[in-house]
């Protein structure tokens, strides 16, 4: 039986202090023997070049280290906003969280985001307020912002008094002005406790501390520590804290297996690898295992565990283990290998609600560019890559202008790419106004026969692609009918004004087939007419992404910013007051907010901020937003549509 293990992830906003913490306990629990530093690119967990230039995390890592005889992986992420997709892969794997908030900043917006999706993923936590001898730190705002703004029952589980030496909850001297708060805090929990407190009685130490504790583990209360990461105050603390509180119990099935593939990367010795969490059994070398998302065996390649940045061969990985697989053709991020847990849904911290077009500088280097682009999508799906060839395009979907910095300084460093970017657009959808049928008869230049009508409508905003078939199988076969589904997602991702088509129902209502003309191909190519013809015939109007967002600033300056909102096309409600600030909350169109945030800050000198969040598409208004040009051969063409799909038109794909 191997040691406990336990899998934490270190999350914060930008510049809270993830990277140096986690440098700080590799080195606490003698995992290392010098620490590395963020300004000077020497950090174990910012491996890329990019990284120690700009002294940011962009790609998650992991490292182990023991304690108390406990193995803690330590997952680092991204803090940038822009890097969020990697945040998501890694919340799948956890088995806690160190939220991190800075003394100073205190709760950030998209801390905020990420407190809110692990409590919804019942990821347990704790919380560690970072850079208390900042000039401008408040613990104690911090505590209270945590209490009001994410509605948590937070306790300052290891606190720091005015000397900076860290005093655990129980050891607070019943003279100190937070010993109070904190016995309330706790009796909430705790009926005996509360009657002893109201009734006068001296609370004890021991009491306190069994009392607060075990509303910690059951996660009533949520521990917040204080410290330095940079000097290493209070992270012997936390790393207690990780191994005392967030070390659960799990019911692992040895019977079954059960891994997820939650990342995968290039290796410049290795090709393309696989990071893994197993959750169930394990996972041998050179064993086939079942790969649910292609229903299939495969064979696995080489296991390895990360040593700090070495990769080290095993022969196998437990439940409960991060490791490596290499020679991963067959696998994709999300993967499960074994079988998937009822009770698994992948995290969702933002949606891509912006696109972009890269360009090569030099056309010779086309080809170059398709291959490198090609390697980044399959490391981050989310971009979404699209090649279009006859415009020489490829298109990406991106979350901020920080992520296009970062994709034009790796493909320079890792491919030696010189590329350029259009501005970005908003990411828009189609939906058909009114009810329409598309008919369509495949039957010349012979061998061919399709010949099918549709009918499409209208369905209720965010209800996506509906298809059904009124078909008989004596009239189409039932092989052909497969077919027409299978290609109706590809047919939408372009309509008539460039975009993709959503909120669609689409039923198959007549046709026939040929029992000697007919092969499925030719069901596919008509799919494509018989569907366009009907969006055609409907016509679509676009489809905005419209984010939910909370507005926090100074009162003065409500006027200014509702005006603002109003020009913007936003909707939102009455405004509250408190203290001289004001909290607005409500609705507005990404595209008209993309760079609200800047400009709210400049406004309010930094002491306003914008919190927002996708929320969905909703009907964009006439005259607003972006038509774009069908890209490739248009199957309303139909002539051409034909000659293309059978090799005789020697323009380039659609799309790839």
């Known amino acids: 039986m191997h040691k406990p293990i336990i899998n934490i992830g270190i999350l914060s906003h930008v510049d809270a202090g993830k990277t140096t913490i986690t440098e700080n306990l590799l080195f606490v629990s003698g995992a290392i023997r010098q620490k590395g530093n963020v300004d000077s690119g020497s950090t174990i967990t910012d491996s890329m070049d990019i990284e120690k230039r700009r002294g940011i995390s962009i790609k998650s890592s992991s490292v182990?280290?023991?304690?108390?005889?406990?193995?803690?992986?330590?997952?680092?992420?991204?803090?940038?906003?822009?890097?969020?997709?990697?945040?998501?892969?890694?919340?799948?794997?956890?088995?806690?969280?160190?939220?991190?908030?800075?003394?100073?900043?205190?709760?950030?917006?998209?801390?905020?985001?990420?407190?809110?999706?692990?409590?919804?993923?019942?990821?347990?936590?704790?919380?560690?307020?970072?850079?208390?001898?900042?000039?401008?730190?408040?613990?104690?705002?911090?505590?209270?912002?945590?209490?009001?703004?994410?509605?948590?029952?937070?306790?300052?589980?290891?606190?720091?008094?005015?000397?900076?030496?860290?005093?655990?909850?129980?050891?607070?001297?019943?003279?100190?002005?937070?010993?109070?708060?904190i016995v309330e805090s706790i009796a909430e929990y705790d009926d005996v406790l509360m009657n002893n407190y109201l009734e006068g009685e001296k609370i004890t130490k021991q009491s306190l501390e069994q009392s607060g504790i075990k509303s910690i583990k059951k996660r009533l209360l949520i521990p917040a520590l204080s410290g330095i990461a940079k000097n290493g105050i209070g992270i012997k603390e936390l790393l207690n804290a990780v191994v005392d509180i967030l070390q659960i119990e799990k019911n692992i099935d040895t019977t079954k297996q059960s891994a997820l593939v939650y990342k995968i990367e290039y290796h410049n010795k290795y090709g393309k690898i696989a990071h893994v969490r197993v959750f169930n059994g394990s996972l041998k070398a050179k064993e086939l295992v079942i790969n649910i998302r292609l229903n299939k065996e495969i064979k696995l390649g080489v296991l390895k565990k990360i040593s700090l940045n070495?990769?080290?061969?095993?022969?196998?990985?437990?439940?409960?283990?991060?490791?490596?697989?290499?020679?991963?053709?067959?696998?994709?991020?999300?993967?499960?290998?074994?079988?998937?847990?009822?009770?698994?849904?992948?995290?969702?911290?933002?949606?891509?609600?912006?696109?972009?077009?890269?360009?090569?500088?030099?056309?010779?280097?086309?080809?170059?560019?398709n291959d490198a682009l090609s390697i980044l999508n399959i490391e981050d799906p989310l971009l979404n890559l699209k090649w279009y060839k006859q415009d020489k395009e490829f298109h990406i979907n991106i979350i901020g202008p920080i992520q296009i910095e970062i994709i034009e300084e790796e493909l320079k460093e890792r491919f030696g790419l010189d590329v350029t970017f259009a501005n970005p657009t908003v990411i828009y959808k189609e939906r058909p106004i009114k009810k329409a049928e598309g008919f369509v008869r495949y039957w010349m230049p012979k061998p061919c026969w399709a010949i099918m009508t549709f009918e499409i409508e209208p369905g209720e905003i965010g209800s996506g692609i509906k298809y059904k078939s009124k078909v008989r199988q004596s009239d189409i076969h039932l092989k052909y009918q497969n077919e027409v589904e299978r290609t109706i997602p590809k047919v939408l991702k372009q309509g008539i004004k460039g975009w993709e088509v959503t909120d669609i129902q689409i039923t198959l209502?007549?046709?026939?087939?040929?029992?000697?003309?007919?092969?499925?191909?030719?069901?596919e190519l008509a799919t494509y007419m018989g569907i366009m013809r009907a969006i055609d015939n409907s016509g679509t109007e676009l489809l905005e992404p419209i984010l939910s967002f909370t507005i926090n600033a100074?009162?003065?300056?409500?006027?200014?910013?509702?005006?603002?909102?109003?020009?913007?096309?936003?909707?939102?409600?009455?405004?509250?007051?408190?203290?001289?600030?004001?909290?607005?909350?409500?609705?507005?169109?990404?595209?008209?907010?993309?760079?609200?945030?800047i400009k709210l800050n400049s406004l309010t000198s930094g002491k306003g901020r914008i919190r927002t969040k996708f929320k969905g598409y909703d009907i964009c208004p006439p005259n607003e937003g972006e038509i774009r040009e069908y890209k490739g051969v248009n199957p309303l063409d139909e002539a051409l549509w034909i000659l293309h799909r059978r090799g005789a038109y020697k323009g380039e794909d659609r799309e790839k």
Do not use: C
């Open 64 to 181: 182990s280290l023991d304690w108390k005889g406990v193995t803690v992986n330590i997952l680092d992420t991204p803090g940038h906003v822009d890097f969020a997709a990697e945040v998501e892969r890694v919340l799948s794997v956890l088995d806690g969280a160190i939220v991190v908030v800075s003394a100073v900043e205190g709760v950030q917006a998209h801390t905020i985001t990420l407190v809110e999706i692990i409590k919804e993923m019942d990821i347990p936590f704790i919380v560690f307020i970072n850079k208390i001898d900042r000039d401008g730190a408040d613990v104690d705002f911090v505590l209270n912002s945590l209490k009001k703004e994410l509605s948590l029952d937070v306790i300052p589980y290891i606190i720091a008094n005015e000397k900076q030496e860290l005093i655990p909850f129980w050891e607070i001297p019943e003279t100190d002005d937070g010993f109070e708060r």
């Open 310 to 369: 070495k990769l080290i061969d095993t022969p196998v990985l437990e439940a409960g283990e991060i490791g490596i697989i290499t020679s991963v053709d067959d696998i994709q991020t999300g993967d499960f290998l074994g079988y998937k847990p009822e009770n698994h849904r992948p995290a969702k911290l933002l949606e891509s609600v912006m696109t972009t077009v890269i360009k090569p500088k030099e056309e010779k280097d086309f080809n170059k560019l």
């Open 554 to 597: 100074p009162e003065e300056l409500l006027g200014k910013i509702a005006s603002d909102l109003t020009r913007m096309r936003a909707q939102f409600a009455n405004p509250d007051f408190e203290n001289g600030s004001f909290s607005l909350s409500g609705t507005i169109p990404a595209a008209t907010s993309i760079n609200y945030s």
């Open 509 to 523: 209502v007549s046709g026939e087939d040929h029992n000697i003309h007919s092969r499925p191909g030719d069901f």
